[in-house]
């Protein structure tokens, strides 16, 4: 079995096959045991994200490989093409692999957002308050906003004349984002 994997004709789809695979795999366990260092991939050192960088990935080129490689092998030998037609099959394949992969990692990079918002965006947001806010001036309460489609917490506090606190479940308006990284509310 496995000596017709080395064989003069197979050996050409054999190596590619084997190379892409191991270092495929070698590549996303370092990526899933040591992480990324934020950087995706190992890009051939562009920094560009563009689509000429996901197509000359590292991984992108490792998938190419192993589609050409195994797709050109299971032709010629399963299927009983000739070398030529099976170059065509390991070519779709390598360029079917790599379609596939770079629509993975488009799909997953989108997942991935930063968390931090622009808290200047809050101002005139509406909300609920979720832990009751004292009377001006005796403390902080929290707030939920939701800002797009993302829900957001906040510590809040009131306006300097307010002497009632607000209480839980109430809706309210932020009337202002102060420095402290707290929001000023009024009830609605």
Known sequence: MFS????????????????????????????????????????????????AAEIFSVQALLAAAMGFGWCGLLAFKSFGLSAGLSVLVGLGGAVALSLIFITVMRSMRKLSTSGNIDLSTLAGAMGEVTVAIPASGKGTGEVRLVIGDRERRCYATQKSSAAQEIASRTRIRVSAVNPDNTVTVEPV
């Open 4 to 51: 017709q994997l080395f064989e003069p004709t197979t050996i050409w789809f054999t190596i590619p096959a084997l190379l892409g695979t191991g270092l495929f795999f070698i590549k996303l366990l370092i990526m899933l045991f040591l992480g990324d260092g934020g950087h995706g991939d190992f890009d051939l050192g562009h920094t560009d994200t563009g689509a």
